[in-house]
Nanobody
Framework: QVQLVESGGGLVQPGGSLRLSCAGS????????MGWYRQAPGAQRELVAL???????KLADSVKGRFTISRDNAKNTVYLQMNSLKPEDTAVYYC?????????WGQGTQVTVSS
């Protein structure tokens, strides 16, 4: 059974940092394109960061220079380092693993940026 478990969310003040983790089981994450998405209340889910199985990364324009995606293949885990957080980063963050014919989602972790 495939599971993606996100952790690391929480409440942080503007300008602060958080690191989200996505631990995979039942899959070998390095063979998947791994992405972080977020969904704010009343908004559509949007791609924040993507790391392809070959290592190429892509970041949404709104987070470039502030967020970094990385992976630890030995731990089967993908990370999202979020710095200089802004109130508009507030959302539920979801981990996604995809390859042709397969797509898996985690349950999400809440990130709230507020003073």
């Amino acid at each position: 059974q495939v599971q993606l478990v996100e952790s690391g969310g929480g409440l942080v003040q503007p300008g602060g940092s958080l690191r989200l983790s996505c631990a995979g089981s039942g899959i070998t994450s390095r063979f998947f394109d791994m992405g972080w998405y977020r969904q704010a209340p009343g908004a559509q889910r949007e791609l924040v960061a993507l790391m392809r199985s070959g290592g190429i990364t892509k970041l949404a324009d709104s987070v470039k220079g502030r967020f970094t995606i990385s992976r630890d293949n030995a731990k089967n885990t993908v990370y999202l380092q979020m710095n200089s957080l802004k109130p508009e980063d507030t959302a539920v963050y979801y981990c996604n693993a995809v390859r042709p014919g397969s797509s898996y989602w985690g349950q999400g972790t809440q990130v709230t940026v507020s003073s």
